[in-house]
């Protein structure tokens, strides 16, 4: 570029001087031809300064980069004799903050000087400006998201390692594009690597859709490429998740799912662990265990208590019925002798048999002898139901426990064990989780509440555990949560604060922790106040929609050290799909309009069209 041409571009991309310097906050005084919202260079239409821009402040060599912050008008109130236009006696002044500076082609974060007053201020070139936000190292592969929300001729690629390597967030409130958001990242990422069989061997995709988003037909991904589980609480027709028992038998688990209080059910519940992998599944041990309780029973004194524990051992065994189908019984045939404190029956010679002086004659009743029928089932739950009462039954015998202060926690479980059985399958021929796909999607939408915050901390858990036994990180685990405040949240009074800390506990170590094991987390909420700072705080990159609650730009404000006063500011009037792109693969906060997706693969969150719904299908089809 000869020295024409370069004078006419600095004359051109000149914005104006330095005006004042207090720290990092510079003022620029604007030039008074350069107040136009536009410029024209070489025929191209070039966007003037304004809230928001990048400029750079020439001092020496090293060109300084900053960014408007804010501006206002100054008017010069000089008192000499020469008068001087109203034109010319107002200035526009930029109040700039200054982020970082140009080495070598090189944008460094952080200002290693600061400039002098009169010191030329420029607008950026399109090289300056693509060195400050690059997203990818050179020769690494991008995706592209979309492009610049004030200029749609500069697209926005981001690094796919940077980007996926690392815990992200997506926040923005209902309608503001938060879900397609997700669901764009991740199209661009599976559409990249369509057919690579390295990706699909190495990388596994688990998707929480709490709203049937991204389970419908060829939704993010065709229907061939993933595996949904479309889950139901209500009826027995949904899909159901394959869990081994090993994976049920979790302390802390089994505490949540009966709700059980730590000093006293926790304990109980260890205990019933212990004695389900004693007797591990062997229904001959088990009947033989049954059959030695029913005899301590039947030669007890004590009514009530002896009473309580038949009823326990009706709840292990399956119900007897006559020949007319009805339900009889199992202490049809012995009574209670309150005068004797004993248990009897009457022999066919109308004898009067009392069990603690006849303890052989146990084996001839009804109850000992239906032992025989029982056998264990392919759930789960039920089984080790069953494994509680008897834990129970062996307590209460050696006066180790109170009915009153166990029984709760068996009944509880019991309340979720029809969920739990049409939500997973602990049978023999469950099948592989994953099925010939490493992208799974688990639709939530037809589960009830308490339910849905257990699935998602269930199969985490699970899932977490394997990497973490596997060693060093082989391969790569992203586990993808929709409406991540139904189970992230730290205000919720639905339960226990036990239930409460280990939910929170597990999350907050993916987020620290699952980097080293190769597991990453992507969240999407509406409501980020609601979610634990830690677990915002800790995320890498964030993609931050429209937020108009204060209570959310609050706590985005405090967690996300990677935002500026302007991007904050900014965040009530984003308009839907535009959103504020900041963490460690973006030097600075970029807004960004987020691209569409293709026809046939986006998600199924689209308000409906009630205009046309109210006047009909016809109407709809015009």
């Known amino acids: 570029m000869n020295n024409k041409h370069i004078g006419i571009h600095n004359s051109v991309f000149r914005v104006g001087v330095v005006y004042s310097v207090n ?90 000087e600061l400039p002098l007053i009169d010191n030329e201020c420029h607008l950026l070139t399109n090289e300056e400006f693509n060195l400050i936000h690059t997203f990818a190292g050179s020769g690494k592969e991008t995706i592209e998201v979309g492009h610049l929300a004030n200029d749609s001729l500069v697209p926005v690629n981001l690094g796919i390692g940077k980007l996926f390597s690392s815990h992200i967030g997506i926040f923005g409130n209902t309608g503001s594009g938060k879900s397609y958001t997700l669901a764009k990242i991740y199209r661009q990422l599976f559409t ?222 019991r309340q979720s064990e029809s969920d739990i059985s049409r939500i997973f399958n602990s049978s023999k021929d469950m099948g592989d989780f994953w099925g010939d796909s490493n992208v799974v999607i688990i639709d939530l939408s037809d589960v009830n509440t308490d339910t849905k915050k257990r699935i998602p901390l269930l199969l985490t858990n699970k899932l977490y555990n394997e990497h973490k036994k596997a060693g060093k990180a082989q391969k790569y ?55 634990s700072s830690t677990i915002i705080s800790q995320l890498h990159n964030y993609f931050i929609h429209r937020l108009v609650n204060e209570k959310d730009i609050q706590q985005v404000n405090n967690t996300i050290s990677y935002l500026d006063k302007v991007s904050v500011e900014s965040l009530p009037i984003l308009s839907t799909g535009v959103c504020v792109i900041a963490g460690q693969l973006a030097e600075m906060p970029l807004v960004v309009q987020i691209g569409k997706i293709e026809a046939g693969f986006r998600p199924a969150n689209e308000t409906i069209d009630i205009e046309n719904i109210w006047k009909g299908k016809e109407a709809a089809s015009i």
């Open 23 to 112: 720290g990092r906050e510079v003022k620029i005084r604007v030039d008074h031809n350069k107040n136009s919202s536009h410029l024209i260079y070489k025929g191209t239409l070039i966007k003037n300064v304004s809230v928001g821009s990048y400029v750079k402040i020439l001092k020496g060599y090293t060109p300084i980069i900053g960014k408007v912050e804010s501006e206002y008008i100054d008017e010069s109130k000089q008192e000499d004799k020469v008068l001087i236009s109203a034109e010319d006696s107002i200035n526009r002044i930029l109040i700039v903050k200054l982020i970082g500076f140009i080495d070598n082609q090189i944008f460094r974060r952080g200002v290693n």
């Open 192 to 413: 990249h690597y369509s057919g690579n069989s390295a990706f699909k061997e190495n990388a596994q995709f688990l998707f929480f859709d709490f709203n049937g988003e991204y389970s419908s037909h060829n939704s993010i991904i065709s229907d061939s490429d993933k595996k949904v589980y479309k889950l139901n609480t209500r009826k027995d027709n949904g899909d159901k998740i394959p869990l081994a028992d090993d994976d049920f038998l979790d302390i802390n688990l089994l505490s949540i799912f009966s709700n059980a209080t730590e000093k006293t059910q926790r304990p109980f519940i260890a205990r019933s662990i212990d004695l389900y992998k004693k007797i591990d599944k062997d229904e001959n041990k088990f009947r033989n265990f049954l059959k030695k309780q029913i005899k301590d029973i039947l030669i007890m004194s004590d009514k009530v208590k002896s009473e309580l524990l038949l009823d326990y051992v009706a709840e292990i065994l399956p119900p007897k019925y006559d020949d007319d189908g009805v339900d009889i019984g199992l202490k049809t045939d012995f009574h209670y002798h309150n005068n004797s404190s004993c248990y009897f029956f009457y022999d066919s010679n109308n004898q009067f048999i009392n069990l603690q002086d006849h303890p052989d004659q146990i084996e001839t009743r009804s109850i000992y002898m239906h032992v025989d029928q029982f056998g264990f089932t392919e759930s789960f739950i039920h089984n080790f139901i069953c494994i509680m009462y008897m834990r129970m039954i062996y307590d209460v015998l050696a006066n180790r426990a109170l009915n009153e202060h166990i029984a709760p926690a068996i009944h509880k479980l």
């Open 477 to 531: 685990l992203n586990l993808i949560v929709d409406e991540a405040h139904n189970i992230l949240s730290y205000q919720s009074t639905r339960e226990s604060e036990e239930w409460k800390d280990y939910r929170l506990e597990v999350f907050e170590e993916i987020i620290k922790e699952g980097r080293k094991f190769g597991v990453f987390m992507t969240i999407a909420s509406q409501r980020p106040s609601d979610i």
